[in-house]
């Protein structure tokens, strides 16, 4: 029996799309010689559809798209939509056939937590759900499950040990399962036990693309019912997977290194960004510095060289070497690159400034205006060519609060905001060698980084110390009353807590930014602007 | 028996805190000769703690305090906090008194719609709880609810009848109800149908204060068996309400006119913003327009005259009526207020990029940095006098996306971001009225609204046609197809709910608005930035 996954890229809210885009995988398989095609969850109206869940024409147009597919199928397909029953939403997987949908699975385990608001929308089925499949006279079995449906383990509970109960041989999974870097051998351990465990083949089709802050991956899996892998789509592109699973050679997992993979998710990232939202061409603030270097690196592999456009804006306190490294990147990536100096910007401001500021020392609001002077010259060429602003600042930073609101945050994309500071090096290096030269200036790695704000200025951070500080309270969601108890230092600590609490309010109003880890500053993390809890000040 | 609801205003997080006012007010309620006290839900940390919930240290916290306030407890007191039991965390009331917990309820309906979440961070209660309170060798049964649980008709169940058939005479629910705009009299018309059909009294504790975008009202409730009013708490005040169940007179309600409700909403939401985030002072960006003269006045009602800021920023293209119209209400609120000039940082911008712009045609970039100026400016004196920004766009224009991403939209609190331009016009002649002359000019109310950014430029709609419409689409949530089904004309409807689908990305990076509608803008509203369904377009 072949079995046919189709790890395909729907766009959210566009049904007739995505529709069109079903049925040209679906006729793709066919012709192949498939018994059976698998889509991911929710395929027909893209992932996650958040409010527009809410409304009744969106239902109803997706339920019309869903019958027509129905209609005009031949063999069984299976793909993911929502199903309006007493008023009630499902999400569910339905198993079409000859003209005719035969009948409909409603997920069980709907997420609530981190990026996931299932609860909000959806009713939870209550039932196992076992199909039968006639292929050339043989019956097969197939349990079908819907992507949390397999984490059962954080439900207390044995979703495929009901399915085995009922029979099912084959376990079919359509998932929606946003990229994070180690998801895949999560997934694929889970997997394998489950298959072995109950001793039936299973089948996980995944969702590619990019929605929003989400990244969905791909990397569909099929194991058999020893617990042997034995086919894998590709990771961050559409691809058909053909299974069969009664007669297939096992083979080895392909897992890249941390690096390229959190890389080519960011590429996707950007890239479905753009043509999703109908944008073509980017601009992007070059410092000199190695975040902005690196984020015109994945866009340039995103939207292309033709498409990038750097913009170097120094002030009197820009250094040779930051105006040298920003122009030696844009030529080493071959992108257009100008220079807007923002000296008599600045100048105005100041001048304009003087009666109000009335002799004040110098403070943050004049290192800000600089980098607000820089954001509004790039948003002008954003109004004035259409490109998309990407903003590039590192999650440390955006942690620690050390970025300007209305400069230096401006963008349309965050595109390496859930990237630590140590995450950025890592990155940048792994450019570097796979260029096989330096095409982020190796400056612009090994300098101390600065936001040249002030004369000589540096960061006041030791990243080496305070990026794995950041990344244990966030992304580990550690407190810090663990950190000081493993060794950290309190002072430190009590610093870096405080500032990510004080701090909310300008990540409020951040651009979306890519999400790789496991806890990304926006949607998955829900942490109030007014907020006095400070657990070191014994609050 | 006298029952004492205590409608507070705790600080989220701030969990000592919160214990050391929940004491003072037992106290003051044991003085006043109380028999039992209550307090609304979660008032030891707060509502809504969001991600806060997710915190071990931060349950741990408010589960000691809570031991704490048990062990000093004397006369039985009730109040809201999480409990953690086998892993699950529950939204509960604590009934306590003579230094015990002795018992509690877990909350059984938790709301996940709009801006609620509970289902992301609670297990549901599955049980009714009635609880005996002997009083003066008087025994009576208290049946507890928590907030969402008095909406039981929508989850097809009646929790109240519930708690009537195991015995309770009086139900006292703890609530966190966030105001909008007539949510008085759903809560009133509900409770008073819950008391006479069981008859049995009905007592509602809500909390008070303002916690980011969303403002509790307070007006805590008491029916009798009667379906009867016999208590109110204040609108917005934070006060202790003695109950006297069996020997109350009956009291019509009080409800204040729309405007009133609304300005008062509003004042109470900048000042807890203010006070609960360390702020005192606040500058706003006059432009003699209503938008920003409104919010001044509320701005001055909850700060002091002597804490508000006016900034009058003009260009080329500013009118003197605009100057002069600014300028005089800043005379009748008596604020300080100054005029810094934007023309020489416009010039400057131009001259800057008029190599990039290479003689294209003037457009919507010119306009933009004009607002950008202004923007940076305004977060210069920010930044210099620690002074909050008060963004000043309303609904209407952040629904149209006729506003400018780090430049008006700028600013730490969107106060009217939640009023129609039909409500800023009637919330504005309210507050003349109010006065007893024309504090805001007359005017700023009655010239034809422009941004001033064009010569002789006027916004380009009829805000008498276009706000009915953007409330019918977002408050009421009707459908594109819908409005004109109605009535309304089809290419503006299409114009209108496309322009509100393409400015998502800028309002996901809009400052927090305070709401008083039942569908703001903000984290009740999760609409895709990626979405490209369009209903009139056949998607």
């Given at each position: 029996m072949k079995i046919?996954?189709?790890?395909?890229?729907?766009?959210?809210?566009?049904?007739?799309?995505?529709?069109?885009?079903?049925?040209?995988?679906?006729?793709?398989?066919?012709?192949?010689g498939a018994d059976l095609?698998?889509?991911?969850?929710?395929?027909?109206?893209?992932?996650?559809?958040?409010?527009?869940?809410?409304?009744?024409?969106?239902?109803?147009?997706?339920?019309?798209?869903?019958?027509?597919?129905?209609?005009?199928?031949t063999i069984p397909?299976?793909?993911?939509?929502?199903?309006?029953?007493?008023?009630?939403?499902?999400?569910?997987?339905?198993f079409?056939e000859k003209?005719?949908?035969i009948?409909?699975?409603?997920?069980?385990?709907?997420?609530?937590?981190?990026?996931?608001?299932?609860?909000?929308?959806?009713?939870?089925?209550?039932?196992?759900?076992?199909v039968k499949v006639s292929i050339n006279g043989e019956n097969v079995y197939l349990?079908?499950?819907?992507?949390?449906?397999?984490?059962?383990?954080?439900?207390?509970?044995?979703?495929?040990?009901?399915?085995?109960?009922?029979g099912?041989e084959i376990?079919?999974?359509?998932?929606?399962?946003?990229?994070?870097?180690?998801?895949?051998?999560?997934?694929?351990?889970?997997?394998?036990?489950?298959?072995?465990?109950?001793?039936?083949?299973?089948?996980?089709?995944?969702?590619?693309?990019?929605?929003?802050?989400?990244?969905?991956?791909?990397?569909?899996?099929?194991?058999?019912?020893?617990?042997?892998?034995?086919?894998?789509?590709?990771?961050?592109?559409?691809?058909?997977?053909?299974?069969d699973v009664k007669n297939?050679?096992?083979?080895?997992?392909?897992?890249?290194?941390?690096?390229?993979?959190?890389?080519?998710?960011?590429?996707?990232?950007?890239?479905?960004?753009?043509?999703?939202?109908?944008?073509?061409?980017?601009?992007?603030?070059?410092?000199?510095?190695?975040?902005?270097?690196?984020?015109?690196?994945?866009?340039?592999?995103?939207?292309?060289?033709?498409?990038?456009?750097?913009?170097?804006?120094?002030?009197?306190?820009?250094?040779?070497?930051?105006?040298?490294?920003?122009?030696?990147?844009?030529?080493?990536?071959?992108?257009?690159?100008?220079?807007?100096?923002?000296?008599?910007?600045?100048?105005?401001?100041?001048?304009?400034?003087?009666?109000?500021?009335?002799?004040?020392?110098?403070?943050?609001?004049?290192?800000?205006?600089?980098?607000?002077?820089?954001?509004?010259?790039?948003?002008?060429?954003?109004?004035?060519?259409?490109?998309?602003?990407?903003?590039?600042?590192?999650?440390?930073?955006?942690?620690?609060?050390?970025?300007?609101?209305?400069?230096?945050?401006?963008?349309?994309?965050?595109?390496?905001?859930?990237?630590?500071?140590?995450?950025?090096?890592?990155?940048?290096?792994?450019?570097?060698?796979?260029?096989?030269?330096?095409?982020?200036?190796?400056?612009?790695?090994?300098?101390?980084?600065?936001?040249?704000?002030?004369?000589?200025?540096?960061?006041?951070?030791?990243?080496?110390?305070?990026?794995?500080?950041?990344?244990?309270?966030?992304?580990?969601?550690?407190?810090?009353?663990?950190?000081?108890?493993?060794?950290?230092?309190?002072?430190?600590?009590?610093?870096?807590?405080?500032?990510?609490?004080?701090?909310?309010?300008?990540?409020?109003?951040?651009?979306?930014?890519?999400?790789?880890?496991?806890?990304?500053?926006?949607?998955?993390?829900?942490?109030?602007?007014?907020?006095?809890?400070?657990?070191?000040?014994?609050?």
């Amino acid at each position: 029996m072949k079995i046919t996954l189709c790890q395909i890229n729907p766009t959210v809210g566009a049904i007739n799309q995505n529709k069109k885009s079903i049925f040209d995988w679906y006729h793709r398989a066919v012709d192949l010689g498939a018994d059976l095609v698998v889509f991911p969850e929710l395929s027909l109206i893209g992932y996650p559809p958040q409010d527009l869940l809410l409304r009744n024409r969106f239902i109803e147009n997706a339920k019309n798209a869903l019958d027509e597919i129905a209609q005009k199928s031949t063999i069984p397909i299976i793909l993911g939509n929502t199903m309006m029953e007493d008023n009630k939403l499902y999400n569910c997987a339905f198993f079409c056939e000859k003209g005719e949908i035969i009948s409909h699975y409603k997920k069980r385990l709907l997420p609530t937590y981190d990026v996931f608001d299932e609860a909000r929308y959806f009713t939870s089925g209550s039932e196992p759900f076992v199909v039968k499949v006639s292929i050339n006279g043989e019956n097969v079995y197939l349990g079908l499950q819907i992507c949390e449906d397999l984490w059962d383990k954080n439900y207390s509970c044995d979703l495929v040990e009901e399915l085995k109960a009922k029979g099912a041989e084959i376990i079919i999974n359509l998932s929606a399962s946003p990229y994070r870097v180690d998801r895949l051998l999560d997934r694929c351990e889970l997997i394998q036990s489950k298959a072995s465990d109950n001793r039936l083949s299973y089948l996980y089709c995944n969702l590619v693309g990019a929605q929003d802050e989400l990244i969905f991956d791909g990397q569909s899996l099929a194991y058999n019912e020893n617990g042997e892998l034995i086919a894998q789509g590709k990771a961050f592109e559409e691809e058909i997977l053909m299974v069969d699973v009664k007669n297939s050679q096992t083979i080895d997992l392909i897992d890249s290194i941390r690096e390229e993979k959190i890389y080519n998710a960011l590429v996707l990232g950007v890239k479905d960004y753009f043509k999703k939202t109908g944008h073509t061409e980017a601009v992007i603030g070059l410092s000199g510095g190695i975040d902005s270097s690196l984020t015109a690196c994945i866009a340039v592999d995103a939207l292309g060289i033709e498409n990038v456009h750097g913009v170097s804006m120094p002030s009197k306190f820009s250094s040779q070497h930051s105006k040298d490294d920003a122009k030696l990147l844009s030529e080493n990536l071959g992108i257009d690159y100008r220079t807007i100096s923002i000296e008599s910007i600045v100048s105005s401001f100041e001048e304009s400034l003087k009666t109000s500021y009335n002799g004040s020392e110098l403070g943050v609001a004049e290192e800000n205006i600089q980098a607000r002077a820089r954001g509004s010259i790039i948003m002008a060429l954003s109004n004035k060519f259409n490109w998309l602003v990407l903003s590039t600042g590192n999650k440390t930073e955006l942690a620690m609060g050390y970025c300007t609101l209305y400069g230096d945050m401006n963008g349309g994309l965050a595109v390496i905001s859930d990237l630590s500071k140590t995450d950025v090096y890592a990155l940048s290096r792994w450019v570097n060698e796979k260029a096989g030269f330096d095409c982020i200036p190796i400056n612009s790695i090994e300098k101390p980084p600065s936001a040249e704000l002030t004369p000589n200025q540096v960061d006041p951070f030791d990243y080496d110390v305070v990026s794995p500080l950041v990344t244990a309270l966030i992304d580990n969601q550690k407190s810090p009353s663990e950190l000081i108890k493993e060794g950290a230092d309190p002072g430190l600590v009590k610093d870096i807590s405080n500032r990510i609490r004080i701090n909310e309010y300008k990540r409020r109003q951040a651009a979306p930014g890519l999400r790789v880890t496991s806890k990304a500053f926006g949607i998955g993390r829900r942490v109030p602007i007014v907020n006095q809890f400070d657990e070191l000040n014994n609050d």
